[in-house]
């Protein structure tokens, strides 16, 4: 069989020191990872911290292949994963996944298209979000802000809560230091995204 005249690389990730990526690797070597980047590292870091996915991109030239396990390994949402094939696609980089979903080299011309349409619906998909984020958001200011029942959160204790959060603590963490249920620090961290974007 002859040898491609392209790079396989492989990327292996989990989000807890409790896992290993020993078995990814094996699979991305089988698949004929030439090397493989491995990383131990939550999956809400933020692309730009991943230093093992930023050194496998580095790696990678025009005509190369990622080489993950599954999609997930890509980014931390939909949007975020759609958009980095579609990013990867546009440099001439292939991305194949050992679960066989995904293999845009056997796409050839369809790919711009088939990845566009993903890339428009991860978009649509994020919009809708916000704008019902934002329409809720108007409408408990409408109606003094207590749909649920319970006692408004004070500034003081929002403020700390996306502090804690843009400081990396986990929301079990937040809570732990605030005394907030989960629910309400997600609904203070989703507010602030939506406002933000």
Partial sequence: ?????????????????????ESQVADLKKEGCCVVYQETISARVKEKDR???MAAFAALEEGDELVVSKMDRLGRTQAEVVNRIHCLQ????????????I?????????????????????????LT???????????????????GRPKTSNAKEGLV???????????SIREQTGLALSTIRRIIVEQEAVAV
């Avoid at 546009?90 to 979903?101: A, E, F, P, S, W």
């Avoid at 329409?135 to 207590?146: L, M, P, V, W």
């Fill in 1 to 21: 069989m002859d040898k491609p005249n392209y790079k396989s690389i492989g990327y292996a990730r989990v989000s807890t020191s409790g896992q290993t990526t």
């Fill in 130 to 148: 916000r704008e019902r984020t934002i329409e809720s958001i108007q409408h408990r200011k409408e109606t003094g802000g207590n749909l649920g």
């Fill in 90 to 101: 546009q440099k001439g980089i292939h991305i194949r996944t050992v679960d066989g979903l």
């Fill in 103 to 127: 293999n845009t080299r056997g796409l050839e011309k369809f790919a711009p298209i088939v990845l566009g349409l993903l890339s428009g619906l991860a978009e649509v998909e994020h919009l």
């Fill in 162 to 172: 996306l502090r804690l959060r843009n400081e990396g603590c986990s929301y079990r």
């Fill in 51 to 53: 230093l093992q996915l």
